[in-house]
């Protein structure tokens, strides 16, 4: 099974200076629900475990979570900034 981070080192070979910082569009799976559907609130454990395998890694992410504002506060008190 290939990782987050195998596939983030797969395509960030594609980007170039000129195109600036990757961009990841985050979500977890509704479950229950037909693939694609994103979850209401930030599953705090996906998203740590997400996180922990991008480490080392720039980029700039997005939410894709239906309470962005709520879910990104929860996001930005579970990342640590080193």
């Not at 705090?44 to 480490?55: N, V």
């Not at 890694?57 to 008190?77: G, N, V």
């Amino acid at each position: 099974d290939q990782t987050v981070a195998d596939a983030f080192r797969e395509i960030s070979v594609t980007w170039k200076n000129r195109d600036g910082i990757p961009m990841i569009d985050y979500s977890s799976q509704q479950g229950g629900c037909k693939i694609g559907k994103h979850v209401g609130k930030l599953n705090s454990e996906h998203f740590r475990k997400t996180m922990s395998e991008l480490a080392g890694f720039d980029f700039d992410l997005m939410l894709e979570i239906k309470d962005k504002e709520r879910s990104a506060i929860e996001a930005l008190r579970l990342i640590e900034f080193k």
